[in-house]
């Protein structure tokens, strides 16, 4: 699994899933930096030479070139891309209808 921010970590380390992440590039998403070129390439690189990345799972709240970039890799690779947020989207219901949403998304990531 990849992310383009931290969000989704306690509930990938609640499923048993790995982040195979750069830190580097997650934690300048987190701060609304560019991530170093060097990173950049790197997370770009999991999607081109790591067919075995499950899905992207994208902050739809940090978005930006960048992340539109690894979203583009992930979608030209074939790889799901899981929407998340850090709050409560309008139309998601109750809280535990919009995290019961991303567990379904995660599952049918890992189960594709």
Avoid at 32 to 49: E, I
Avoid at 51 to 65: C, E, F, G, K, R
Avoid at 74 to 91: C, F, K, R
């Amino acid at each position: 699994m990849a992310v383009t921010e931290p969000v989704p970590n306690y509930l990938l380390d609640a499923a048993g899933v790995q982040d195979v992440t750069p830190p580097e590039f997650s934690a300048a998403v987190e701060e609304g930096t560019d991530p170093p070129a060097a990173v950049v390439a790197q997370m770009l690189d999991l999607f081109r030479t790591q067919p075995s990345v499950d899905a992207l799972i994208l902050n739809t709240q940090t978005q930006s070139a960048t992340t539109d970039q690894v979203r583009a890799a992930a979608e030209q690779a074939g790889v799901p891309v899981i929407e998340m947020s850090e709050t409560l989207p309008d139309g998601a219901g109750d809280y535990v209808q919009w995290m019961n949403g991303n567990l379904d998304a995660l599952a049918e990531a890992l189960n594709r």
